[in-house]
């Protein structure tokens, strides 16, 4: 299987090794294909492709949307809706809103009757969202080892055998899987994301308490 990664910062860097490690082709779009940062993630890993979103979206089989939650909508007009067309896509995306966090509790631009998530799928009916790993820190996103055993990803999206597809690379990624449902369980999951940033700016002495 092909994948497509849309977005190419940290997230989109880590999964994209992720996928390539476990054997899958990989091409990651970004805004800016002259980007420093890319050129010393080519020259690391020279097996994965870099072109635009629109390169990307076309490339992947399964994409995986790894943007930041303010260039979602206009990442996936880049990559031009005809390209997800019955794709699964795996969102990554979190709502985080603009301003300093509140004691470590971030703004969101979504409220409690919507989801970022639910947006996207809106946006492209035709494509099959699912969400997963947008509550959990990128370095723990591929093989996780922690002392309590294997932790779990909570996904939703409204396809049943795009969510078992999911299932499946998640269970090669390392991990556990809760399936909450349909799309609007975002809504829930999303905001995992703000707990896991408190926890993270409650770390001390930059190790992360023994939880994550």
């Known amino acids: 299987m092909k994948v497509g990664i849309i977005g190419s910062g940290i997230v989109g860097q880590v999964l994209a090794v992720a996928f390539k490690n476990e054997g899958y082709e990989v091409t990651v779009g970004t805004r800016n294909t002259s980007k420093p940062e890319l050129a010393n ?3 690391e890993n020279p097996s994965i492709s870099i072109g635009n979103f629109q390169d990307a979206a076309k490339f992947g089989d399964l994409l995986v949307l790894a943007t930041s939650g303010s260039g979602a909508v206009d990442a996936v007009k880049l990559a031009g809706h005809e390209n997800f067309r019955d794709k699964v896509v795996i969102d990554t995306t979190n709502p985080i809103g603009p301003g300093r966090p509140e004691n470590g509790v971030l703004k ?3 409220n409690a009757e919507t989801s970022l998530m639910e947006i996207v799928q809106n946006l492209i009916p035709e494509a099959r969202f699912v969400k997963a790993f947008n509550s959990v820190g990128n370095t723990l996103m591929y093989k996780p080892r922690l002392t309590g055993g294997k932790p779990t990803m909570f996904i ?3 396809d049943d ?3 078992n597809t999911v299932t499946d690379i998640l269970i090669r990624f390392g991990w556990e899987i809760e399936d909450m449902g349909k799309a609007t369980a975002a809504r829930a999951i999303e ?3 703000i707990l896991w940033c408190i926890q993270a700016s409650s770390a001390i002495n930059g190790t ?3 939880s994550y």
């Open 208 to 210: 992360m308490l023994s």
């Open 156 to 158: 939703c999206g409204n």
């Open 161 to 163: 055998d795009a969510k």
């Open 191 to 193: 905001p995992l994301c």
């Open 108 to 110: 969101f631009f979504t």
């Open 41 to 43: 993630f080519k020259k």
